[in-house]
């Protein structure tokens, strides 16, 4: 499904539409996936993402806000005082992974295979391609590493982590319930938030006039980073599997049937977007569809606004100009929009 309007009636009706039979596209990949807050329908998955919904909501995330800001503001400092720095490399991968590893609870060893892994990880969701064959090892590698996690003693006190494992000990979750729990939340915000900000920093070398616009209005930060969302999506799409026989634009589609959310084709359709190849910095399309929709919207939407809001902050205040300085690499992950490199240099802010 490609169009907007069938994209979002098909994430709104779970009943039609489940994702209780995995999400992805083999069954070899969702034999992992069922039984998560991702590949579960209510009520089963309504209690899955109970647990760190408190952590989530607007109150817990407003307690870390400032602790982020002054992370994104370190993190800022460091690549400008180096002039020239890879916007994904030194940036886009480096500020969402220790955000939310921090906010779990995570120990810093072994945080080097958050990243790969959770971009094999996604590469899962779709078809058999070269590109997931030969991360297999990254995927076990990292699954192995997550299932240590439910080792209190591996856990910052007060994090995410102690608190799934506080569901455990109280018989909301199994063990394997929370070795998915930990894991859903830790890859689910990474490769995502991750190549929205490599897309937002390389918008702005391409195209300057809108950096100069939000430096001058630094209140257009959320809608930059929602029409960054719209025109870039980050998750392709998922999958669903049809529980009857249903009609979509005049097609029946029979029962047992498993079907894509195009997430990306629907925020680009020019029947609910005019223009919708175009970065508009002043369309704030909040009903777009790159966090899904539906029971199983984005948990962690607040999440990646508030880090992608702090991170442009921090360069409002340091950066007057972004340019390119080589070429732009596109990666290669058959279900999340990538980006490898994006060299880049800056003009300092001059106050
Ligand atoms: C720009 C960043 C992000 C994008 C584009 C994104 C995208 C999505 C999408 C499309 C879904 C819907 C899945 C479906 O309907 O099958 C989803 C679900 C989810 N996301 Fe995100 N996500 C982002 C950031 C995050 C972050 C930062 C976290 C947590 C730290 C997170 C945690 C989750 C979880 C746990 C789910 C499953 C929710 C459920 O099934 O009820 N996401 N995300």
Redesign the pocket.
């Known amino acids: 499904m490609t169009r907007y309007d069938d994209v979002r009636a098909a994430?709104a009706d779970w009943q039609s539409f489940t994702?209780a039979q995995g999400?992805a596209l083999l069954p070899e990949f969702n034999g992992n996936l069922v039984g998560s807050?991702?590949a579960s329908d209510p009520p089963e998955?309504d209690q899955l993402?109970a647990v760190l919904s408190e952590k989530l909501a607007p109150k817990g995330l407003s307690k870390v806000r400032s602790d982020i800001r002054g992370y994104a503001d370190q993190l800022v400092e460091q690549v400008v005082s180096r002039g020239r720095f890879d916007a994904v490399v030194d940036v886009a991968r480096v500020f969402?992974i220790n955000v939310?590893a921090d906010l779990v609870g995570l120990p810093q060893e072994g945080r080097d295979k958050l990243h790969p892994g959770a971009d094999a990880t996604f590469a899962g969701f779709g078809p058999f391609t070269p590109y997931l064959q030969e991360r297999l090892p990254a995927v076990r590698g990292y699954h192995e590493w997550m299932a240590q996690m439910t080792d209190r003693a591996k856990l910052t006190p007060g994090g995410w982590g102690e608190v799934v494992m506080d569901a455990v000990d109280d018989g909301r979750l199994s063990m394997l319930g929370a070795i998915k729990t930990i894991s859903?939340?830790m890859t689910?915000?990474m490769d995502?938030?991750v190549n929205?900000i490599s897309a937002m920093l390389r918008l702005f070398a391409d195209s300057p006039e809108v950096w100069s616009t939000l430096k001058s209005e630094p209140t257009l930060a959320g809608p930059v980073f929602e029409e960054i969302?719209r025109l870039e999506t980050?998750?392709q799409g998922?999958f669903r599997v049809t529980t009857k026989e249903v009609t979509v634009g005049g097609v029946t589609i029979p029962k047992d049937q498993r079907v894509l959310l195009h997430?990306a084709a629907a925020n680009r359709d020019p029947g609910h977007y005019p223009d919708p190849a175009r970065f508009d910095i002043r369309r704030n399309p909040l009903d777009h569809m790159?966090?899904?929709y539906g029971?199983?919207?984005?948990?962690?939407?607040g999440?990646?606004r508030m880090e992608a809001v702090t991170l442009l902050e921090a360069f409002i205040e340091r950066v007057d100009r972004f340019e390119l300085t080589g070429p732009v690499v596109r990666g290669g992950n058959p279900v999340v929009r990538s980006l490898d490199s994006v060299p880049l240099s800056i003009l300092p802010a001059r106050s």
């Open positions: 994430a994702s999400v807050v991702l998955h993402r969402p939310v859903a939340y689910a915000g995502t938030t929205a969302l980050p998750v998922f997430w790159a966090f899904g029971v199983h919207a984005c948990a962690g939407q999440m990646a």
